[in-house]
């Protein structure tokens, strides 16, 4: 699973870099995954939406539905 989760978010990166953001992976912990944000994701007002309905959303409908996506600093 790990694996799966890190080729979508090579995808969602290239989607938040079309916006001037990025984001990394910190750490896989289950099935939870914690993210840092970076560029303009970092300090935006709706990044948490972002995490929730854009990241969260895209690993629980291609990887697996259970995942919870969380944001590390």
Do not use: W, Y
Request: hydrophobic share 40%; with cysteine.
């Amino acid at each position: 699973m790990e694996e799966k989760i890190k080729e979508e978010l090579v995808e969602i990166a290239k989607m938040l870099q079309n916006d001037g953001g990025d984001c990394e992976l910190v750490k896989i912990e289950g099935k939870t995954v914690f993210l840092r944000l970076k560029g303009a994701c970092s300090g935006c007002p709706h990044a948490a939406m972002t995490l929730r309905n854009g990241v969260e959303a895209i690993l629980k409908a291609n990887v697996d539905p259970d995942i919870v996506v969380e944001r590390a600093e």
